[in-house]
C-alpha cells in the first residue's frame, strides 16, 4: 500500500525558455574517434551502446580522427563542402524571395546541411528516399536542377508539380526523390514497402526513410519499424534529431527513452547515432548502413543528432520558444564551418579560396532564381492553368469531374 | 462454366491476376499460410510463394503504407484489411497517400494498389465487424470504390482493380460471400449454387470499373442500390408486386450516373437503399444527383432507406438491418406519392 498518495502528471520541459542561459553541458558528446567502426554484418545485440553514443569524425582542430574516418577523398570533400554551400545560399535567397511574397512558404535547413548533403553521397544511382521537408540537400548533392527546385518554389508555369504542391514539397523520381506528403511519418512505413518490393523482385536498391524527433511519436514510426524488423527490408531508416519540432523540444517525442537510436532496440534493430554536423561522419555511418541493406542484411536505424538553427518555418519566430542564443552553444558547431576548417588543417584549401567560391555560388543561385523567375513567382507573371488543377487526380478522367471542369469554364 | 461462391471468385480474381502478372503481390493480416479468416486468399501462398503472398503485422496503417511504397516501386499490391470495421488506423494512409500521390507529384509517382475488405452487416459481427464505411471513401478524391453484390461481378470487378492504375477501395459484403442473401434472415440459407451470377468462368475477365448494372427491369420506379441491398431490392419487388427498376451500381466511385438518370426519366420515382448509416451516407449523394438531374421528371420525392443512425448493434441485428419490410414499406409510401 502506498497510503493513498496523491498521483501527479509528469510533463517535460526543455532546459531553458526564452531570457534563460542556454545550456547544453547535459548533452554528452563524445570525444571524435572514440566510437568503434564495427562490421557491418555485425550481430545488432552487439552494439546496442552504439545507440546511446555519438558517432565523430572530425575533432576540434578539424582533423578527421578514429575508425569512421577515411570514406571520401579531398575531392569528394571538397564536392560536399560545395553542396552544403549551395543548399544554404540556396536557403537564404528562397527564405528572402518569401519574405519578398514571391510565394508563400519556405523551410530552410540552417545547421542540417550536411545530413542530407552527405548521406545521398552513400547511395547508388536508381536508390529511393523518402525524404520529409528538410531534406533538400538530397536533390542538390544528386544533382538535381536548382531552377526547378524554384519553380516548384514559386508555383510558376514552369513548376514540375502545376502548382499543386505546397513550395518545397518536391517529386523527383529520376533522382531517387520520392513526392513529399507535407503529412508526418506516412512516408516512413511507405519506404519500407518500397524497399520490400526491391526485394521481393530480387532487385538490387535500397530504400532510405527520413523522419524528425517529433514525428518518431506518430504511429506510422511504430509501423515502419516493426515492417522492416519482421521483413528485414533494404531500408536505412533516418532520424534527424534537430532538437525541436516546432515549438515543442525533443524530449515530448523522445519520452523515457535515452535516445531516439534506442528506439530501434526493441525492433532487434542495429540503432546507431552519429553527429550530424560532420560531414564525415554523417557519410560514414550512411555508407554503413547503405551497406548492411545493399547486402540483405537488413535494415538500421540512424539518429542524426543536429540543431536547428532558424525557425521551423516562415511561420514561426522561434524567439518565442527558446533562447536567441541557444544556436550559437549548441556543442556540435557548424557543419560548413567544420568541414571548412577540415578542408584547410588537410592543406585542400583556404579561407581565400572559399570567399571566392562563396562568392560565385552566390552568382550560380542568382542566376538560378532570375531564371525560375522569368517563369512567375506565386502571384506575378506565369502560373499554371485552372486546367491543370483538373488534371491527374486519377489516370483517366473520370465524369464527373470533366463536368465538373466544363461548370468551372476551362 | 464453373460455379463458384463470391469468396472463391474473389480467390480466382487474384490467383488469375498472380498467375498473369509477377508484379501482383497479396497481403495482410492471416492472409499467407492459413489463408485469411475469410479464406479468400487460400492457396495462394503455395501456389505463388512466400514473397508474393504473406502475413502481416497486425498494423493497418503499416499494411497500406507498405503497400504504397510497393506501388511506388511498380509492383500492383493487392491488400487485405481483415474486417472495413479495421480500416481505420490506414484512413491517413489512404486518404492523404494513396490518393494523392499521382496528383501531387503530377504523374511522377503513382499508386495502382487495391485494398480488399469485408464489409456489412448480417453475421452478428457486432459494431466492429459489421460497418459500411463506403461514404468515407467515396468522398475522398483520388480514390475508386468498388462494392460487387455477386461472384461473377466479384472477379471481374477485382481483376479490373488490380489492373487499375490507381487506388481502388474494394468492399466486399461479407454476407454475400457464400450465398445470396434477400434480408430474409428467418429463412433457411441460400447458396451460390443455383444463382445465374455464381456461374464464374475460370480464365481471365473483366467488369470494367464505373458501369452499373439493371439487375431487374421496370417501370414504376428505380432503386438505385449495391453489394447486398442489391438482393433485398429485388426481392422486395417481387414480394410486393411494384414493378421496381433495380440497378446495382457496382461502383461508387466512378458513378454510372448516366444508368441512374436514364432510369429515373423513365420511372419517375427513386428509392436509394444502403446498409450504411443514413446521415451524409453515400445515398446523400445519390439523391442530389438524382434531384439535380431527374428534377422535372419526378413524381415523388427521393426516399433513403438505411441503416439507422446508430452502431450497428449484436442482438438487435435485425432491426437496424434494413430489410425487406422497411424497403417494401417505402416502396408502397412512394406509389402513394
Redesign the interface.
Given at each position: 500500500m502506498t497510503d493513498g498518495q496523491r498521483l501527479s502528471l509528469h510533463v517535460p520541459e526543455p532546459e531553458v525558455r526564452p531570457g534563460g542561459k542556454p545550456d547544453f553541458s547535459n548533452v554528452p558528446i563524445p570525444k571524435a574517434g572514440s566510437v568503434r567502426r564495427p562490421e557491418v554484418d555485425v550481430d545488432p545485440k552487439e552494439i546496442r551502446d552504439l545507440a546511446y553514443s555519438i558517432i565523430r569524425v572530425l575533432d576540434r582542430e578539424g582533423e578527421a580522427v578514429g575508425p569512421w574516418a577515411g570514406s571520401l577523398t579531398p575531392e569528394e570533400l571538397m564536392e560536399g563542402l560545395k553542396h552544403m554551400m549551395l543548399l544554404r545560399v540556396f536557403d537564404s535567397r528562397m527564405l528572402m524571395a518569401q519574405r519578398q511574397g514571391k510565394t508563400s512558404f519556405y523551410m530552410q535547413h540552417l545547421g542540417e546541411e550536411a545530413v542530407s548533403c552527405a548521406f545521398r553521397k552513400a547511395l547508388l544511382p536508381g536508390d529511393m528516399n523518402f525524404p520529409t521537408y528538410r531534406q533538400a540537400g538530397l536533390l542538390i548533392a544528386g544533382g538535381y536542377p536548382m531552377v526547378e527546385m524554384m519553380n516548384q518554389i514559386y508555383s510558376n508555369d514552369a513548376d514540375p508539380l502545376k502548382g499543386r504542391q505546397l513550395p518545397i514539397m518536391y517529386s523527383a523520381k529520376d533522382y531517387g526523390f520520392f513526392t513529399i506528403s507535407g503529412n508526418l511519418a506516412t512516408q516512413y512505413v511507405q519506404a519500407v514497402g518500397w524497399a520490400m518490393a526491391s526485394a521481393i523482385k530480387n532487385d538490387t536498391k535500397i530504400a532510405a526513410a527520413w523522419i524528425g524527433d517529433g514525428s518518431t511519436a506518430e504511429s506510422d514510426f511504430h509501423s515502419a519499424l516493426v515492417f522492416a524488423s519482421t521483413y528485414r527490408a533494404p531500408v536505412v531508416l533516418n532520424v534527424v534529431n534537430n532538437q525541436w519540432a516546432i515549438s515543442t523540444f525533443q524530449g515530448v517525442a523522445r519520452g523515457g527513452s535515452g535516445t531516439f537510436a534506442a528506439r530501434g532496440l526493441g525492433y532487434g534493430l542495429p540503432s546507431l547515432r552519429v553527429d550530424g554536423n560532420d560531414y564525415l561522419a554523417v557519410h560514414a555511418v550512411a555508407k554503413w548502413a547503405a551497406e548492411r541493406a545493399r547486402r540483405n542484411i537488413g535494415p538500421t536505424l540512424v539518429e542524426y543528432v543536429t540543431y536547428r538553427v532558424g525557425a521551423h518555418s516562415t511561420s514561426d519566430d522561434p524567439s518565442a520558444y527558446r533562447p536567441k542564443e541557444e544556436s550559437e552553444a549548441w556543442p556540435l558547431g557548424d557543419p560548413v564551418i567544420r568541414l571548412k576548417n577540415h578542408l584547410i588543417r588537410i592543406g585542400t584549401w583556404s579561407e581565400e579560396r572559399h570567399k571566392q567560391m562563396e562568392a560565385e555560388i552566390r552568382d550560380t543561385v542568382v542566376a538560378a532564381q532570375k531564371e525560375a523567375e522569368r517563369h512567375g513567382t506565386l502571384h506575378s507573371g506565369g502560373r499554371p492553368s485552372m486546367r491543370d488543377m483538373f488534371e491527374g487526380v486519377y489516370a483517366e478522367m473520370p465524369p464527373h469531374l470533366k463536368r465538373q471542369r466544363q461548370q468551372a469554364g476551362v | 462454366m464453373p460455379r463458384m461462391t463470391m469468396i472463391e471468385a474473389i480467390r480466382s480474381a487474384m490467383d488469375v491476376s498472380m498467375e498473369r502478372d509477377d508484379d501482383v503481390?497479396v497481403f495482410g493480416e492471416d492472409v499467407g499460410y492459413f489463408g485469411g479468416v475469410f479464406r479468400g486468399t487460400q492457396g495462394l501462398q503455395q501456389k505463388y510463394g512466400k514473397?508474393?503472398c504473406f502475413d502481416?503485422?497486425i498494423?493497418e496503417?503499416?499494411i497500406v503504407?507498405?503497400?504504397?511504397?510497393?506501388a511506388?516501386?511498380?509492383?500492383k499490391p493487392c491488400v487485405e484489411i481483415q474486417f472495413a470495421d479495421y480500416m481505420y488506423?490506414a484512413y491517413?494512409?489512404l486518404t492523404?497517400?494513396a490518393a494523392r500521390?499521382?496528383?501531387?507529384?503530377?504523374?511522377?509517382?503513382?499508386c495502382g494498389i487495391t485494398v480488399r475488405m469485408p464489409t456489412g452487416g448480417g453475421i452478428f459481427g457486432g459494431q466492429t465487424h459489421s460497418q459500411s464505411p463506403e461514404a468515407l471513401f467515396t468522398h475522398v478524391?483520388?480514390l475508386?470504390v468498388v462494392v460487387p453484390s455477386n461472384p461473377y461481378d466479384a472477379k471481374g470487378l477485382l481483376i479490373a482493380s488490380i489492373e487499375?492504375?490507381?487506388p481502388v477501395i474494394f468492399l466486399e459484403p461479407k454476407r454475400l460471400y457464400n450465398g445470396p442473401f434477400d434480408g430474409h434472415h428467418d429463412r433457411p440459407v441460400t447458396s451460390w449454387a443455383g444463382h445465374p451470377l455464381g456461374e464464374v468462368p475460370a480464365e481471365h475477365y473483366v467488369v470494367p470499373l464505373?458501369k452499373a448494372v439493371v439487375r431487374r427491369p421496370g417501370s414504376a420506379v428505380t432503386v438505385l442500390a449495391y453489394g447486398t441491398m442489391v438482393h433485398v431490392a429485388e426481392a422486395t419487388a417481387e414480394e410486393t408486386g411494384i414493378d421496381a427498376e433495380v440497378i446495382d451500381l457496382r461502383t461508387l466511385?466512378?458513378?454510372d450516373?448516366?444508368t441512374i438518370v436514364t432510369s429515373v426519366k423513365k420511372t419517375g420515382r427513386c428509392l436509394v437503399v444502403h446498409e450504411a448509416t443514413l446521415t451524409s451516407g453515400f445515398g446523400a449523394e445519390l439523391a442530389a444527383l438524382v434531384q439535380e438531374h431527374c428534377f422535372y421528371h419526378l413524381e415523388a420525392p427521393v426516399i433513403r432507406v438505411a441503416g439507422w443512425d446508430t452502431p450497428y448493434p449484436h442482438a438487435q441485428e435485425w432491426d437496424y438491418f434494413p430489410g425487406p419490410a422497411r424497403v417494401g414499406r417505402a416502396l408502397r409510401d412512394m406509389m402513394e406519392a
Open positions: - | 503481390v514473397t508474393r502481416a503485422p498494423n496503417s503499416g503504407g507498405a503497400a504504397i511504397g510497393m511506388a516501386y511498380g509492383l488506423p491517413d494512409q492523404q497517400e500521390l499521382r496528383y501531387r507529384s503530377n504523374g511522377d509517382f503513382t478524391c483520388g475508386q487499375n492504375p490507381d464505373g466511385m466512378p458513378l450516373l448516366d
